[in-house]
């Protein structure tokens, strides 16, 4: 069986961690989420993982209450840890070699990120969990893993939310909203659409990162992507 994508950044949201309890990890949906990968790394698939922070703090958010706006982004990037130990936990328990990287020093936690050894550990069949963000303030997740699956020279981003892909609105709320099977980065900017953050974006489409949305949430859903059945909207070039 040929696989789609050789290489991958998995982008994985901090919000959907929380599943059905509204806050923190879900361990049911964690659980999940390893198996899947478990699943697509048997098949022989390079993976590196972002995990945003949403579900125990936004410093974005944060500033706007009076936090300080880099200590807040700071206090994600610690998020970003945290959910990331949890996801290296349950890989762990099902086992699959793993390994936690973190764009600021904090061993023993984690071993401190660099391009080569990410590389390495992943040719070597571990899954690799890069956590931190990028280490500075003023930069998403988003952005965390645009930097990261170019930095890695990964085939795509897959970015894995609670939709299906791209829509000309938000579904949630717009019944009437159309999806797109594919659309250009120019296009994802010039209408506004909420897929990632303009920098992310730009990032992306500069360096020729494709991106492919599509829903994580429905298990099996990671594998159909990579044995490259349709179930998303990629953005490119």
């Not at 950044?9 to 879900?26: A, P, R, V």
């Not at 963000?133 to 170019?150: A, E, H």
Request: charged share 20%; aromatic share 6%; hydrophobic share 40%.
């Amino acid at each position: 069986m040929s696989l789609k994508f050789k290489r991958i950044l998995l982008k994985l949201s901090g919000e959907s961690l929380q599943g059905e309890q509204g806050y923190g990890i879900d361990v049911n949906r964690l659980n999940d989420y390893a198996r899947q990968i478990k699943e697509i790394a048997d098949m022989g698939v390079e993976i590196g993982i972002v995990i945003g922070g949403g579900n125990i703090f936004r410093g974005l958010s944060g500033a706007g209450k009076g936090f300080d706006r880099v200590k807040g982004d700071q206090m994600g990037m610690c998020a970003t840890v945290i959910n990331s130990l949890g996801l290296s936990s349950a890989l762990g328990a099902i086992g699959q070699k793993n390994r936690v990287l973190t764009a600021i020093r904090m061993e023993p936690i984690g071993e401190f990120y660099t391009k080569w050894k990410a590389i390495e550990a992943m040719q070597h069949g571990e899954v690799v969990i890069l956590s931190g963000g990028t280490g500075n303030p003023y930069f998403t997740t988003d952005t965390g893993s645009s930097l990261r699956g170019i930095e890695i020279e990964a085939d795509v981003m897959l970015k894995g939310t609670r939709v299906d892909g791209i829509y000309t609105a938000d579904p949630e709320k717009d019944p009437t909203a159309t999806k797109f099977h594919d659309i250009t980065y120019q296009d994802v900017i010039a209408k506004g659409l909420k897929v990632m953050d303009v920098t992310a974006t730009a990032m992306c489409m500069q360096n020729n990162l494709p991106i492919y949305v599509f829903n994580m949430d429905i298990v099996g859903n990671l594998k159909k992507v990579m044995e490259g059945e349709e179930i998303g909207t990629l953005v490119h070039n």
